[in-house]
């Protein structure tokens, strides 16, 4: 009985011993589900951020793509651009020189080389100035003039363009002439790029511009009848490099910057920009700028100063002999007296030796002495000579360093005979 009793207690130990093995099993199998559970968790977590990585990945790769054939159509684009024009200018530029064309064969190549060249120039001025607007590089150099002269002389540029495409052309400006104050260069090349556009694009109707006055800010706009924009550039048309069609079967020529440089302008003058098109009806691009009319300094005046001779001596400071002789040729039938310095030291000196010297056509480049150093001397002692800087510096901010340093006026190069003569008549030297 005893024995019997003590094998009894020795089950109940032994079955409250497994018990107590079970209950610590179960325990720790119940915390290996809780670590595989965070385990699972961590897991789970990781994948998630795995899958959202690649999902940035794919879409930084999209954007990466995108952005490379972009670069790679603006550069075929601008090559086309450059190299296009030139094969014009060095092609029938040689054909001129054939000795057996007609006059109207001379005429027609010298058209093309004409366009090419017009062309080229505004490639390269593109190109310029979308670098300066990023590396934000331009002044602003801001005078008072009237809004309708100024409209009125863009028409005259346009009309002839205008018209070879059968385009009706036309002005919608309020009555009142207003002024405003703000940097005139900036504002011509705004408009010149949206109605460059403009016309680019419509085949057939009209281009109409003008502005309407607010309380203190102007507000111009240019509509055409073209082909429209679709409403999916709409995000990207005024993007650096961007076009609606990128594509190498675009059928319009230019650099694809117009719009970009547009807008980046008139930000610099404190504007904002926006557009309104209708795919195949046309398109309405407008901004808005301040008209500065409380900001104008009084008393400022700009009376250009005007010389006066029967025959006009006129001073060539210029050490490119190419340069020379093409102004020699352009007033060649002209009554006037041509004098040469190749340096701007000779240039001074002359001006001191020789008291009938009309007017000064100055590069800014040359040697021994630069022209601005030479025009500083030469106002010194002869501070009503006009002095006209024709030079290859055409930079935005050049032409307020070259008046700043006393010059009157302002060519760039390369330039054309009509521009010169212009600007010679403006000073009083008429060349009929």
């Known amino acids: 009985m005893q024995k019997r009793t003590s094998d009894l207690i020795n089950q109940l130990e032994e079955k409250v011993k497994a018990e107590i093995k079970l209950k610590e099993s179960y325990k720790e199998l119940e915390k290996n589900k809780l670590v595989m559970l965070n385990l699972m968790e961590d897991l789970k ?18 954007k990466a793509e995108a952005s490379d054939k972009l670069k790679t159509a603006f550069l075929n684009n601008i090559s086309h651009e450059i190299r296009t024009p030139l094969n014009g200018i060095l092609g029938f530029g040689q054909l001129m020189a054939e000795p057996d064309l007609s006059n109207g064969e001379k005429e027609k190549y010298l058209e093309v080389v004409n366009k090419s060249s017009y062309r080229l120039i505004n490639t390269i001025t593109d190109i310029m100035d979308i670098s300066l607007i990023v590396s ?8 008072t003039f009237k809004v309708k002269n100024f409209l009125d002389e863009i028409t005259l540029n346009l009309g002839k363009e205008c018209s070879e495409k059968d385009l009706t052309l036309s002005s919608n400006t309020p009555e009142e002439n207003s002024d405003i104050y703000t940097d005139a260069g900036l504002l011509q090349k705004i408009l010149f790029h949206l109605l460059d556009n403009a016309v680019k694009f419509t085949a057939s109707g009209s281009v109409t511009f003008g502005y309407t006055l607010d309380s203190n800010s102007l507000r111009f706009f240019v509509t055409d009848t073209g082909s429209g924009i679709n409403p999916t ?20 020529e230019g650099s694809g910057l117009g719009l970009s440089i547009a807008k980046g302008l008139v930000e610099l003058l404190g504007g904002e920009i926006d557009f309104e098109s209708v795919k195949g009806q046309g398109s309405t691009f407008f901004f808005t700028i301040p008209s500065g009319v409380t900001e104008i300094p009084s008393g400022v005046t700009e009376i250009p100063p005007c010389v006066t001779a029967i025959l006009p001596v006129i001073l060539v400071a210029e050490d ?12 060649k039938n002209s009554p006037v007296i041509l004098l040469s310095a190749v340096t701007g030291k000779e240039a001074v000196t002359l001006c001191r030796e020789r008291s009938d010297i009309s007017l000064i056509l100055m590069d800014l480049k040359m040697p021994v002495m630069n022209g601005l150093e030479a025009v500083k001397l030469i106002k010194s002692f002869r501070e009503n000579l006009p002095v006209i800087a024709v030079t290859a510096h055409a930079v935005r ?19 054309q005979k009509d521009l010169l003569l212009k600007k010679l008549e403006k000073y009083g030297v008429v060349i009929k």
Request: proline share 1%; with cysteine; hydrophobic share 30%.
């Open 45 to 62: 977590s990781e994948i998630e951020q795995r899958k959202h990585i690649e999902e940035k990945l794919v879409q930084s790769k999209i």
């Open 136 to 143: 934000g590089s331009i002044e602003v150099h801001k005078k």
């Open 233 to 252: 550039a709409r995000n990207r048309i005024f993007g650096n490099f961007m076009q609606e069609d990128i594509s190498n079967t675009r059928g319009h």
């Open 320 to 331: 490119d002999k190419t340069c020379y002789d093409y102004i020699k040729a352009v007033l």
């Open 397 to 415: 901010g050049d032409e307020q360093i070259a008046i700043s340093a006393g010059c009157d006026d302002y060519i760039s190069k390369p330039f």
